[in-house]
């Protein structure tokens, strides 16, 4: 089946604690990005990345980051967490940039304390 | 100024009714154009996509695009229960896809 796999789905944690929010799909996608969802906000991208080794920030970047070392994974990675970082995250892939539509994760519901 | 407007909601609509949802976008560069549908606790799901001005049918969805004026809309016809859900719009530019905050729908039985 054609999916993006989130992972964790659900994660409480303390702030300052390193963690990392795991996002790999199976359609052999070029473009995946991440998104958080907070409530009268809507979707605001964090970063997306258009290959291999090539990722660029999106609208709200400050304190995440993201690599891209498979074309499958690409890892949203918080290394200090803040509770301001509480928030609905999730993870989409894109046959290419542009014109396409995305194909969504599950979602990580962050919680941080 | 907002990049993707949507009316506000919430929209309530009777069983059977159409529900017309609109967006406005302030990119005249963008292309593309998408309707998602999102459950609570669910993932947004895309439902429509349209790239060129007119209308555009796929069974009880008809989304409409006017580029000229920056509007794009989705109207659900004979709208069912399980039609009840957030509804998002989108439009891509080359390297990103840019959301309204969206639209909550209930069809009430």
């Known amino acids: 089946e054609a999916q993006v796999t989130q992972n964790p789905r659900y994660l409480i944690t303390v702030t300052g604690k390193k963690l990392t929010v795991t996002c790999s799909q199976n359609?052999?996608?070029?473009?995946m990005s991440w998104y958080r969802q907070d409530p009268g906000l809507g979707l605001r991208q964090i970063y997306y990345?258009?290959?291999?080794?090539?990722?660029d920030k999106g609208d709200v970047p400050e304190g995440y980051k993201v690599s891209r070392k498979e074309k499958r994974n690409f890892p949203l990675i918080l290394e200090s967490p803040s509770p301001n970082q509480t928030s609905l995250y999730f993870c989409?892939?894109?046959?290419?940039?542009?014109?396409?539509?995305?194909?969504f994760g599950s979602g990580t519901r962050l919680t941080v304390v | 100024q907002k990049e993707v407007e949507q009316n506000s909601g919430p929209l309530s609509v009777p069983e059977g009714a159409i529900a017309s949802l609109n967006c406005t976008y302030s990119?005249?560069?963008?292309?593309?154009f998408f309707w998602y549908r999102q459950y609570s606790g669910k993932s947004p799901e895309l439902i429509m996509s349209?790239?060129?001005?007119g209308d555009k049918e796929d069974g009880r969805f008809t989304a409409q695009l006017n580029k000229a004026s920056q509007y794009v809309s989705l109207l659900i016809r004979d709208s069912q229960p399980s039609d009840s859900a957030t509804y998002l719009c989108?439009?891509?530019?080359?390297?990103?896809?840019?959301f309204g905050a969206g639209t909550t729908v209930t069809v009430r039985a």
């Open positions: 349209i790239y060129s001005n």
């Open positions: 990345s258009m290959n291999v080794e090539v990722t």
């Open positions: 359609m052999n996608h070029e473009y």
């Open positions: 989409a892939s894109s046959p290419r940039q542009g014109g396409y539509g995305y194909t």
């Open positions: 989108a439009f891509s530019n080359d390297y990103k896809l840019s």
């Open positions: 990119d005249r560069v963008s292309q593309s």
